[in-house]
């Protein structure tokens, strides 16, 4: 964490403590989301919003490794903005099949934009 507290950070950086209990959050509305999905069966008629809903999870797990150990913030970038676009096609894949597990992915994309806007700011000021 040394390396990131030494990096200028943009505008409306939330503090350190925050990003716990915003993830825990946004993993158990994904979480419920992704019973929504399953629960009726026909997981062959889905396979194009779970593909999806796997690559946004590979992404989002992704970002730290590729941030925080590799130092890589053009590369945690990359990621970012793979990230945005992965849970925006999600929630548009889920939408057909269950509105509410879409909508419970909303702040989930919100919140990866956000972020996105982090990782930008700080590749931009460093």
């Known amino acids: 964490m040394e390396w990131y507290h030494s990096l200028n950070q943009p505008p409306f950086s939330p503090p350190d403590w925050l990003f716990a ?4 959050i946004l993993y158990i509305l994904m979480f ?3 019973i929504m ?15 999806l809903f796997g ?3 590979v992404f989002n797990l992704l970002w730290t490794p590729t941030f925080f150990v590799n130092k890589n913030i053009s590369g945690a970038l990359i990621v970012s903005i793979l ?3 992965l849970v925006y096609q999600t929630i548009r894949n889920f939408y057909p ?4 597990a879409a ?15 982090l990782n930008f700011g700080i590749w931009r000021l460093n």
């Open 97 to 100: 099949y269950s509105k509410t």
């Open 21 to 24: 209990p915003v993830w825990s």
């Open 55 to 57: 690559l946004q999870l």
């Open 37 to 51: 999905i399953l629960k009726d069966g026909n997981i062959k008629e889905k396979s194009a919003p779970l593909t």
């Open 103 to 117: 909508m419970f992915l909303i702040p989930y994309l919100l919140w990866t934009m956000f972020a996105l806007y």
């Open 32 to 34: 419920v989301s992704l």
């Open 83 to 85: 990230l945005v676009i």
